[in-house]
């Protein structure tokens, strides 16, 4: 584990992941707890944010004994938000708010903003297209180039030819109108 930690702190992540990912098998359960909630630290900050979810909720539905939770159930909504997943990290945001109002104050005032932003994005075509065009982005930049990216790249072409034919269907009212 200390190697693992040690390689983690030095930022060698793709070797801290596959040192953390053999320790999740470990036979110790506070061992495989932190194991866990390291290996989804660590692909967090690969920017691996599927995997780093499915991990985090690993230690929230199997690890809560490890005292990382609280940890755990905030970059949730971080992750959930980063992979576009507004609903369930919406959910997940008041998941949080809810079973731990004795989280540290900077994590509830975060996650009150980070809600906010995530029901912005909700509301808001342009807002959620820029989010989806980076996610696809640093997808395409981390060599992740097949079918699922690809359909998230035709998902933008949707929404972008939507856009479009709604302003194109504005500008033609405005013009019968009288006053274009």
Same mark, same amino acid.
């Given at each position: 584990?200390?190697? #693992?930690?040690?390689?983690?702190?030095?930022?060698?992540? @793709?070797?801290?992941?596959?040192?953390?990912?053999?320790?999740?098998?470990?036979?110790?359960?506070?061992?495989?707890? !932190?194991?866990?909630?390291?290996?989804?630290?660590?692909? /967090?900050?690969?920017?691996?944010?599927?995997?780093?979810?499915?991990?985090?909720?690993? %230690?929230?539905?199997?690890?809560?004994? #490890?005292?990382?939770?609280?940890?755990?159930?905030?970059?949730?909504?971080?992750?959930?938000? &980063?992979?576009?997943?507004?609903?369930? #990290?919406?959910?997940?945001?008041?998941?949080?708010?809810?079973?731990?109002?004795?989280?540290?104050?900077? !994590?509830? /005032?975060?996650?009150?903003?980070?809600?906010?932003?995530? =029901?912005?994005?909700?509301?808001?075509?342009? !807002?959620?297209?820029?989010?989806? /065009?980076?996610? =696809? #982005?640093?997808?395409?930049?981390?060599?992740?180039?097949?079918?699922?990216?690809? $359909?998230? &790249?035709?998902?933008? %072409?949707?929404?972008?030819?939507?856009?479009?034919?709604?302003?194109?269907?504005? $500008?033609?009212?405005?013009? @019968? @109108?009288?006053?274009?």
């Amino acid at each position: 584990y200390q190697r #693992a930690d040690a390689l983690f702190q030095s930022e060698r992540l @793709g070797a801290a992941v596959e040192r953390f990912e053999a320790l999740r098998r470990s036979e110790d359960e506070y061992v495989r707890g !932190y194991a866990t909630f390291r290996y989804a630290l660590a692909q /967090m900050n690969r920017e691996r944010y599927e995997e780093a979810a499915a991990a985090f909720t690993a %230690v929230l539905n199997e690890h809560r004994y #490890a005292g990382c939770d609280v940890d755990a159930a905030f970059y949730l909504v971080v992750c959930l938000g &980063q992979e576009r997943e507004k609903e369930k #990290a919406i959910a997940a945001a008041n998941a949080f708010l809810k079973d731990y109002p004795d989280a540290p104050e900077r !994590y509830r /005032m975060a996650m009150e903003q980070l809600k906010n932003e995530l =029901v912005q994005e909700w509301e808001s075509p342009l !807002y959620d297209l820029a989010g989806k /065009m980076t996610h =696809v #982005a640093k997808k395409i930049e981390g060599g992740e180039t097949g079918e699922p990216t690809q $359909e998230k &790249q035709k998902e933008i %072409v949707a929404i972008i030819d939507e856009l479009i034919k709604k302003a194109e269907q504005k $500008e033609g009212q405005g013009k @019968g @109108g009288g006053g274009g």
